[in-house]
């Protein structure tokens, strides 16, 4: 474990051994399920020659990561989270990002999660026994080091074995370009969360429903908040969905046996500040586009599926990753050009211009 800003920049300048363009595996360890506020708990790194442990927690200045990584090569699996992870923490990201998954996936695999891939590649089974354990105590166990090291342990010879068989099927450059997508898609992320109330299933409810939800929402917000816990802990989005919908419909509720009475009492103070609220205060529903559904509509959707699938088959990958369903629809209907909510290869694989 490199606990020190010391080690740490001792570390990376044995790990870059003069390379202006030095390679690596990151993984990433946080706290989202037992804190309200989520950390950054522990940064797994491995290069050729060793993996290590790198405890954020304990090293004020992580600005010689940030450094090295600016020039760096960085393997991840899944690399989504982990990217977000660090553009929060340096408000950049490594230089180039591939992703392990993209590539299997390019290849072909249904079955994806890094412990599939492991075992598809190397013939082990890895431990999920830490998957949810909390990576903000100290110090780690045993067990946890172990499942934290092998997070990023097989990546770099793993990467190797996927770009030799990409290159194989011609199908790098579709790599690379999707792994550059998916660098700019964190990068350009609003992280904001002005309406992130705006929870799944939210869709449904009218504004007088919004409303409860918006109240409901940030009620959980200062519960969790207060408590230090997850929001979850308090109550799943479903539940608020389900509180929303039977307050706008003025319906009883039925609430939890377990909640103190001072959060019922805030509770219930969100809801009478509903309750008074103006018609003009509640929250407007988003204005989604109707598409007509005629004949033709489906006729274009329909034509861009079999296109898809016939090319898919061919390729032996899920349609996908060519195109999802609601990107195609909206080609269908003219709403976007292809340039624009397509990468080249996916053009490509389509008949479109590319």
């Known amino acids: 474990m490199i606990d020190t800003a010391e080690r740490l920049v001792c570390h990376l300048e044995t790990s870059r051994s003069g390379s202006e363009n030095p390679i690596c ?19 797994q790194f491995a290069d050729r020659a060793k993996c290590v442990l790198i405890d954020p927690l304990a090293i004020e200045d992580l600005s010689s990561l940030g450094t090295y990584l600016s020039s760096a090569t960085v393997w991840m699996h899944g690399a989504d989270y982990d ?20 590539g299997a996936r390019l290849l072909g695999a249904r079955r994806f999660g890094l412990g599939d891939l492991v075992n598809l590649y190397f013939g082990v089974e890895l431990s999920k026994s830490s998957q949810k354990a909390d990576w903000g105590k100290r110090p780690l166990s045993p067990k946890m ?22 290159k194989e099927k011609g199908r790098y450059e579709w790599f690379e370009e999707s792994c550059l997508a998916a660098r700019q898609r964190v990068l350009d992320r609003d992280d904001s969360k002005e309406e992130n109330w705006r929870v799944q299933g939210s869709g449904k409810l009218e504004p007088y429903g ?11 917000d200062g519960e969790a908040k207060s408590w ?12 608020l969905l389900e509180w929303s919908i039977d307050l706008a419909a003025n319906r ?25 609220l103006p018609e003009s205060e509640w929250p407007e529903r988003p204005a989604g586009k109707r598409r007509k559904r005629d004949r033709d509509f489906e006729r274009r959707v329909d034509l861009l599926i079999k296109t898809r699938e016939h090319e898919a088959a061919k390729l032996d990958i899920e349609g ?23 990468l080249k290869w996916q053009r490509a694989c389509l008949g479109m211009a590319v």
């Open 145 to 166: 080091i172990e499942y934290a090291l092998n997070d990023v342990h097989y990546l770099l010879e793993m990467g190797d074995m996927i770009v030799s068989q990409l």
């Open 83 to 102: 990217m977000t992870m660090f553009k929060r923490q340096f408000g950049k990201l490594p230089a180039v990002v591939y992703d392990t998954q993209i």
């Open 210 to 220: 919004l409303a409860f939800l918006r109240a409901l929402w940030q009620w959980r």
């Open 252 to 276: 009883n509720l039925s609430l939890p046996n377990h909640f103190r009475p001072d959060r019922l009492k805030r509770f219930r103070a969100a809801v009478e500040t509903v309750q008074s």
């Open 228 to 239: 230090d816990r997850p929001s979850f802990m308090v109550a799943p989005n479903r539940q």
């Open 25 to 43: 595996a990151i993984d990433t360890e946080a706290d989202s399920l037992h804190r309200y506020r989520e950390s950054l708990c522990l940064i």
């Open 320 to 342: 996908s990753l060519i195109a999802p369903r609601a990107t195609l629809e909206s080609l269908a209907e003219g709403e976007v050009e292809p340039k624009d909510v397509l």
